[in-house]
């Protein structure tokens, strides 16, 4: 061969390899698969890698994890996450750094196991469980790795305050550059009370509370080199404290009819608002009386009771979040009123020599109740007839007892009258029987009205046919 072949096929090879190392440097190796095999006590994952280059391992702490660097790969066909949970290796996961290094991670279970590392003829072959574990750095490479990532820690809390018992979500999805979060949580008395290891696959944690106050949730994430992050990562959640309920009874006179106050505005929430109270009357055999629920401040409830006995009351706050305060209870007794005062006014139909005159009529007394369905009224009052004529008198005054029985809000009584003379053939002043008949019409708390039918005559000496009188009249007793 001339020396001018040789020249020019020697220029060709020289420009054929340049050309071939420029390609190899810009795109690198690649990874084609993992294989991951359980031998007796061993585990051997192999890392088939076309070419394969030179690599370098290391560890990493908080959480521990062992690293392999492969340099000079360009290309992951591989799996990148792969389950193990064997011989203390948990997972692996494959990771591509920079365009010509990929970073293997095994993460560890509990603690470093054995291992060695060697080449075989398609890549790299890890050896866990062996008996003699090699140096970090197998082989001795002049190589600028690129510097980690620093990790950004994020944290937020759902809700911000909550019920105890209520779920409490954590989230960390928010934080950067992170191979790994761990949470921790204050007390409201500063101790730590728990905390949670999580990841960018898995960055969220509910958590409960049973006891109320502020808990502080202080977050941490690590970089890909276990370097913890630097920046403030808190976040904080109240658990609502209960309200706290006061109930009181005031103008408790202990009368049937008289209303009473029964007042719950002294109750109180520590960190939210009253939005709402509720009260339950029970009698004292057990049964529901009445009950009334309250949204507006001041929270009190204005009732009459209408009938004697011991009553409990009872009252529940609600706050703005829905918690219940305890029950809060109070002993009302209600005692019959025993004295009312009471107005008599109608008209009034007297009855002498064979006709009829008509009167207004008026009266005032008092009225003592003897019992539920017993009362005695006296009373006083007089008689008025414009009609100028003989034999009448244009006026005449009565005073009168009279026993009445009740039944529910019918009465019907008898009694006794003194009445001044009416008449002109009437000289003195005597007694009459009066009876009367009647209905409540108005049964409020304060004033009762009815309205009755009254008739009187003399008992001797006179002639009822000729000396009657029949009064229909209003009667409100106060």
Known sequence: MSKKKTLILSCLLFLLFSFTGLSFSQTGGTLERIEVTPVGETLEVKLFVTPYTFHRQFRLYNPMRIGIDLFNVGNIRSVRNIDVGALGIDNIRITQMQPNFVRIIFQVIDDFPPYTTEKFAGGLKITFGATKEPPMVKEKVKVEVPEAAEAICGIRVEPTRANPSDPILVDMSGSQNAESMVVEVFNPEGAKVASKELTPEASRWEVVFDKPGEYVFKGKAFNIEGKVSDNLCEAAASINFPPAIKLECRK???????????????????????????????????????????????????????????????????????????????????????????????????RGEGTYVGYAAGRAGILYKISKNLDIILSGGGAYT?????????????????????????????????????????????????????????????????????????????????????????????
């Open 386 to 478: 414009p009609i100028d004529s003989a034999p009448w008198e244009q006026s005449f005054f009565s005073g009168s007892v009279i026993l009445n029985l009740r039944a529910g809000p019918i009465f019907i009584g008898v009694g006794g009258a003194y009445i001044t003379p009416y008449k002109d053939t009437i000289q003195n002043d005597y007694g009459e029987i009066i009876t009367n008949i009647g209905f409540d019409l108005l049964g409020g708390s304060k004033i009762i009205g009815s309205i009755f039918l009254e008739a009187s005559g003399p008992p001797i000496d006179l002639s009822i046919q000729d000396n009657h009188k029949f009064m229909l009249g209003f009667r409100i007793i106060f």
């Open 252 to 350: 408790c006179g202990g009368v049937i009819g008289k209303p009473v106050i029964l007042d719950a505005s002294g109750s109180t929430d520590p960190d939210g608002e009253i939005v709402q109270v509720d009260f339950e009357i029970i009698d004292d055999v057990g049964n529901l009386v009445d009950r009334f629920s309250d949204v507006e401040k001041p929270f009190t409830w204005e009732r009459a009771f209408q009938a004697k006995g011991v009553y409990s009351v009872t009252a529940v706050a609600t706050d703005d979040l829905g918690a219940l305060s305890e029950p809060a209870n109070i002993e009302v007794r209600m005692k019959q009123k025993k004295l009312y005062l009471l107005v008599d006014l109608g008209a009034l139909a007297g």
